[in-house]
């Protein structure tokens, strides 16, 4: 490419690029003036194939989406937006990325030094807006064109994907870089597709393993505190504790060291013969929590009050592990190890009383949580006639029977256990599986039996911000196109099971403009008309009915039929188990909204 008449133009244009050759395949955009040079660069790069752009009117949204990719993918997007305010929506997203260690690179405009700190419209003090959320802040002076600057440009991009895939770190997470831009904002470039798409994705790097060029003072910091790897013997009356994002090391942990698995349902370990669903109860239990001498831990409990409890606990050694970040999951400064992996010890010679104890006590906290979960399925279940005739076959009676109750197992109102078991078992492995902050995943993360599936939540802060906008990421980037391990959109489909205010907090990210990709995603909305997980707090006992309706209940009566009409969504109601399943097992193909209505 050669230079234009806008120094903006070309430094954009030499941004993306670089970022395009070192991997980035995902760029969220939203529209500004300040930003248009970002803009049609990224507009070009998509013409010739180098990239997706996805374009979004709400920052907030946009970053989720961003977030989204991230989760799916492993490897950051681009996210762009012009100046002020647009900058100040990023934040949310900002902090869940850096709460889970999720990658992400935030492009925003800016005035140039002379139009900053003379009221000039659009304008506040960007550099340095999300704090200590972000791994690298940039601001970057408004190019003045010429070569060096394409070199400076490159070198930018390196850094920025250095500290946000945690190569430079350790510690995954947001980078912002502030791009200042001085007028022209822009000028006409094309690409010459047949030429820059090759030389930019010929060298294309992958994400594992990458050799950014990063200050070599920042490789490698950890504290002092952590061991790169611990050993763990058997020894103690020992459970693994698997919080969101603790992945599959968790469950291989727990089967190694014949421990039973308390893992949360966004976990990544929700799975295999050591699984603890009904952990909660079992840990406020004498026979179980009050007997317990190690936890290890893995990822970010968020969905129980007895899990910190337990750590808490005089008697109990904890050992917390995380293979990357410098966040560690500590209720009341409690642990005693901090380590990036842990290798449990080849089994000790025991003696036979010693073997016994040890499967007696994995054996009773898996047992005893199948009978807890059990102990609360539904009352209706299928009928299995029993009754047979002369000739073999089911008495009439009995198929009568039989049909009779199976109907009215259909035609049962659907309540949160019922729902939550038919998300679940509906996923399969080439699907996708996101919860809302919301009631229900806790209500998931009670009963569902152990499945390898992906499940996601948005936990690093557990809020309700952006939960369409990030599975809207997910499910894009899980069905694009030329993706090696991708499912064909006709098979995986991304299911997103949510509250009702969760829903609506998010309600701007169903609108997909024309152009964008409408994925395979059905939002399952679970509408018990407000906030029934403030129900459970214990000022729900003490508090006027009245007020606590008003201010944490927060009634809503939304027409979500008109709602998804206005997007141009499919809708679909399912008030009985029977429609609860139909839908759930065969989604439309674009995207979707089922509403489940379920009593308060």
């Given at each position: ?348 010679r025991r003696s036979i009383e010693e073997e016994r104890e040890a499967r007696t006590w994995l054996g009773r906290w898996v047992t005893s949580s199948r009978n807890l979960v059990d102990a609360g399925l539904p009352e209706v279940s299928p009928f299995v ?142 509408n018990d008309g407000g906030g029934t997980i403030f129900d459970a707090l214990e000022v729900a006992g003490t508090a006027p009915r009245a007020a606590l309706d008003r201010v944490l209940y927060t009634p809503q009566a939304v027409d979500l039929a008109a ?38």
């Amino acid at each position: 490419m050669s230079q234009s008449d806008s120094p903006a133009t070309d430094f954009s244009f030499a941004l993306l690029s670089e970022f395009v050759r070192l991997g980035v395949r995902h760029v969220v955009l939203c529209p500004g003036s300040r930003s248009q040079a970002l803009a049609l660069a990224a507009a070009e790069l998509e013409r010739v194939g180098a990239l997706r752009l996805h374009v979004r009117i709400d920052e907030r949204g946009a970053a989720f989406l961003g977030l989204g990719f991230a989760i799916e993918t492993g490897f950051p997007a681009l996210v762009v937006t012009t100046s002020g305010t647009a900058v100040a929506n990023l934040h949310p997203a900002v902090l869940e990325a850096h709460h889970s260690g999720v990658p992400l690179v935030l492009l925003t405009a800016d005035r140039p030094a002379e139009l900053r700190g003379i009221r000039s419209n659009q304008t506040t003090a960007q550099p340095g807006l999300f704090g200590d959320a972000v791994r690298l802040c940039e601001d970057v002076p408004a190019p003045q064109g010429g070569d060096a600057e394409s070199e400076a440009a490159t070198d930018l991009a390196h850094l920025a994907l250095a500290f946000a895939t945690g190569l430079a770190t350790l510690d995954p997470g947001p980078v912002h870089l502030n791009l200042a831009l001085r007028e022209p904002l822009s000028a006409a470039v094309t690409l010459d597709a047949a030429r820059a798409v090759p030389a930019m994705l010929a060298e294309a790097v992958v994400a594992d393993g990458m050799a950014f060029r990063a200050p070599a003072v920042c490789v490698g910091e950890r504290d002092d505190r952590v061991a790169s790897v611990l050993p763990i013997g058997h020894g103690p009356r020992t459970i693994v504790v698997a919080g969101h994002g603790a992945g599959a090391e968790a469950e291989a942990t727990a089967r190694a060291g014949g421990w039973p698995l308390l893992a949360e349902v966004s976990s990544g370990a929700h799975f295999g013969p050591n699984l603890v669903v009904a952990y909660r109860g079992l840990l406020g239990d004498a026979d179980f929590g009050a007997r317990v001498e190690r936890a290890i831990v893995f990822g970010h409990p968020t969905l129980s009050r007895e899990v910190p409890a337990l750590l808490q606990r005089d008697g109990v050694e904890t050992v917390v592990v995380s293979p990357t970040g410098d966040e560690w999951f500590n209720p009341g400064h409690r642990a005693q190890a901090f380590a990036r992996r842990i290798d449990v010890l080849p089994l000790p010679r025991r003696s036979i009383e010693e073997e016994r104890e040890a499967r007696t006590w994995l054996g009773r906290w898996v047992t005893s949580s199948r009978n807890l979960v059990d102990a609360g399925l539904p009352e209706v279940s299928p009928f299995v006639p029993t009754r047979l005739g002369l000739d073999g076959k089911p008495e009439l009676s009995a198929q009568r029977e039989y049909v009779r109750t199976e109907l009215a197992a259909l035609r049962t109102p659907v309540t949160r256990r019922m729902l939550v078991d038919a998300v679940w078992r509906a996923s399969w492995p080439h699907d996708r599986l996101v919860f809302g902050a919301s009631r229900l995943i806790r209500d998931a993360d009670r009963v569902v039996p152990g499945k390898r599936i992906l499940a996601h939540a948005n936990r690093g802060l557990a809020g309700i911000d952006g939960t369409v906008a990030t599975a809207l990421g997910i499910a894009i980037g899980s069905q694009a196109p030329g993706r090696a391990d991708a499912a064909p959109s006709a098979r995986g489909t991304t299911r997103v099971l949510l509250g009702d205010l969760t829903f609506l907090h998010d309600a701007g990210s169903l609108l997909l403009g024309a152009g964008e990709s409408r994925p395979r995603i059905q939002l399952v909305v679970g509408n018990d008309g407000g906030g029934t997980i403030f129900d459970a707090l214990e000022v729900a006992g003490t508090a006027p009915r009245a007020a606590l309706d008003r201010v944490l209940y927060t009634p809503q009566a939304v027409d979500l039929a008109a709602l998804a009409a206005a997007y141009g969504w499919e809708y679909a109601l399912a008030e009985t188990r029977g429609e609860l399943d139909d839908a759930l097992t065969s989604p439309p193909p674009s995207p979707s909204i089922l509403e489940v209505p379920l009593p308060r």
